[in-house]
């Protein structure tokens, strides 16, 4: 069975500094993996998905994540976070059948002024 | 493409009572997945529907939860004698044979 483990339930950073959302996966099949941010009150956005290629994903507002295989990895990072991002964001694993998804029990960012 | 829709976006109901949420998918997408979040966990997935056939349900989806897809464009979820323990938000998300799932803002229900 699949399963997605989120270390970090909170994460205070202060703004300007560079962050990391750890994110682990157990799958014994391939894989997709997924970012999403979800604001308060709001349903979950798309960040960045790792789908196959090149196992460095960015997204349009500066966040990246890095697929790794043999540490079943796929960590979030930001080099300079703004006030803005402070949300939670949730790993999520699917496979290629069903594309349902398993995911983690997020991490709050707090960006701290 | 007016993204994934969810009616209502809030309900409280008394406990014992049946509610029915409405979950309208991005137009043509063909798979259609409901979730639920509890506070402080990520969404759990409950069932999910290719057209108009619902594929798997979760044991998390007791006999008092069903879901349907009649024309396979919306759907909808019912919850049959509410608990207190169905609190939760209620996520609809769509694709179309992809990988990536679309996400509406979700039907946040409060049983009393």
């Known amino acids: 069975a699949q399963s997605v483990t989120q270390l970090d339930s909170q994460v205070p950073v202060f703004e300007e500094a560079p962050v990391e959302l750890r994110c682990n996966y157990s799958?014994?099949?391939?894989?997709?993996l997924f970012w999403y941010v979800q604001y308060p009150n709001q349903g979950l956005q798309l960040l960045l998905k790792y789908l196959s290629g090149s196992t460095l994903v960015e997204s349009i507002n500066g966040f990246e994540a890095e697929f790794n295989k043999s540490q079943t990895s796929f960590h979030l990072r930001k080099p300079s976070v703004h006030i803005s991002d402070t949300a939670e964001y949730f790993c999520?694993?699917?496979?290629?059948?069903?594309?349902?998804?398993?995911f983690g029990t997020g991490t709050r960012l707090k960006v701290l002024a | 493409d007016t993204g994934v829709s969810q009616d209502p976006r809030h309900k409280i109901t008394k406990r014992g009572q049946n509610v029915t949420f409405r979950c309208d998918p991005i137009?043509?997408?063909?798979?259609l997945y409901w979730y639920r979040q509890t506070l402080g966990q990520g969404p759990e997935f409950l069932t999910y529907?290719?057209?108009?056939?619902?594929?798997?349900k979760s044991r998390l989806l007791s006999d008092r939860f069903s879901a349907e897809r009649p024309k396979g464009s919306f759907s909808t979820l019912e919850i049959q004698r509410t608990e207190q323990g169905d609190s939760a938000m209620y996520l609809c998300?769509?694709?179309?044979?992809?990988?990536?799932?679309?996400f509406g803002p979700g039907t946040r229900l409060l049983v009393l």
């Open positions: 998300a769509s694709n179309d044979y992809q990988e990536t799932q679309y």
């Open positions: 137009s043509e997408h063909n798979r």
């Open positions: 799958s014994s099949v391939s894989v997709y």
């Open positions: 999520a694993v699917s496979d290629s059948g069903t594309y349902k998804y398993i």
């Open positions: 529907f290719q057209n108009e056939a619902q594929l798997e």
